[in-house]
């Protein structure tokens, strides 16, 4: 394994046992993309790109040219989530940082409305023509707005050097970046345990019982999250 290969395990691929889980379990991902296409604007792509460092307090994510019309944003998680809870993360940030892009212009990985499009591998060639995906460093993206590939291969040395400056979201992290997404009139979360979980008048152990909270799809995003937070203390 070079030290390419190397970065995109780290940071990207799910892990042998999340991998197990997604093979027999709701799936799961450690990967999120955010593309932004016809054109590829960075400008507007840049809002997210900034937005999760400053207002989020999230590591930045990495930047690619998908090598046809688009850039993207990719978002390293820790460890593996649902590909529902990450497709809610996605559609929060597109809500928050670019209101007045045109849907057709953006497409998500994991989404709930498109979930047949899986973002290509990068960096890699692209059918019909002799254009590369390529990850690049943000001070290089503005120049990619016009022409979003590169007409060479990149080199595997310079593709792991950036994804080397990465860093993964940690659960905490994705918990409280999920919070401050919320939108300020949303309804305040149900205080209510998992009927199905509960026993009357039995001992209930405080780890399992958070565990229990933050497992079931049917308790409200928010105590979710704060369930999540706690079993990270």
Not at 146 to 155: F, Y
Request: hydrophobic share 50%; glycine share 4%; charged share 20%.
């Amino acid at each position: 394994m070079n030290r390419l290969q190397s970065e995109l395990q780290r940071l990207y691929l799910l892990a042998p046992a999340d991998a197990a889980l997604a093979a027999g379990d709701a799936p799961q991902t450690r990967t999120m993309v955010l593309e932004l296409a016809r054109p590829a604007d960075w400008e507007a792509l840049s809002r997210v790109w900034r937005g999760v460092q400053a207002d989020l307090e999230l590591p930045a994510p990495g930047i690619a040219v998908s090598g046809t019309d688009g850039l993207q944003l990719w978002f390293s998680l820790q460890d593996a989530v649902s590909t529902a809870r990450a497709a809610a993360f996605l559609a929060h940030l597109r809500s928050r940082y670019l209101p007045g892009v045109a849907p057709a212009r953006l497409r998500a990985m994991p989404s709930a409305t498109e979930p047949a499009w899986q973002a290509p591998p990068v960096p890699a060639p692209q059918a019909a023509t002799e254009n590369w995906s390529a990850f690049v460093a943000p001070d290089l993206a503005p120049v990619f707005a016009d022409t979003p590939w590169l007409d060479i291969e990149p080199g595997a040395e310079g593709q792991a050097d950036v994804l080397a400056r990465l860093k993964c979201i940690k659960p905490a992290e994705l918990a409280q970046a999920m919070q401050r997404l919320q939108p300020p009139d949303a309804p305040p979360p149900e205080v209510t345990a998992p009927s199905a979980q509960r026993s009357e008048g039995a001992d209930v152990d405080p780890r399992r019982f958070l565990q229990q909270v933050l497992n079931d799809e049917t308790v409200a995003l928010a105590l979710r999250i704060t369930a999540a937070a706690a079993l990270l203390r």
